[in-house]
């Protein structure tokens, strides 16, 4: 499992982007982390396997939604209402756990990133 981001850009405070996560191989718990210069990465979004599942932090909920489309083993992190804070680097990860965890120990599959970066 490789997965591969896309999507990321540059948009003004209040616009929207949607991010794309390509992972072949078997169907995984998918995540969304994300790393700002000077912090630590962070838990963004997760979806279990079969998208029953999601769970969001706090910070992006109600703003952002995760969704997959398992046919074409693609993940989705439609994020709406950018705020300047949510400009990062954000990455996509997978792990074979059915739950959602939320430490990035727990994913061991994980894309090179793609810039997001939002102007006020």
């Known amino acids: 499992v490789q997965p591969v981001e896309s999507g990321g850009g540059s948009v003004q405070a209040g616009g929207s982007l949607r991010l794309s996560c390509a992972a072949s191989g078997s169907t995984y718990g998918m995540a969304w982390f994300r790393q700002a210069p000077g912090k630590e990465r962070e838990f963004v979004a997760g979806?279990?396997?079969?998208?029953?599942?999601?769970y969001y932090a706090d910070v992006v909920m109600g703003r952002f939604t995760i969704s997959r489309d398992n046919a074409k083993r693609t993940v989705f992190l439609q994020m709406n209402s950018l705020k300047p804070e949510d400009t990062a680097v954000y990455y996509c990860?997978?792990?074979?756990?059915?739950?959602?965890?939320?430490?990035?120990?727990?994913?061991?599959?994980w894309g090179q990133g793609t810039q997001v970066t939002v102007s006020s």
């Open positions: 990860a997978a792990t074979r756990r059915i739950d959602i965890p939320l430490g990035q120990e727990a994913y061991a599959y």
């Open positions: 979806i279990s396997a079969n998208g029953g599942r999601t």
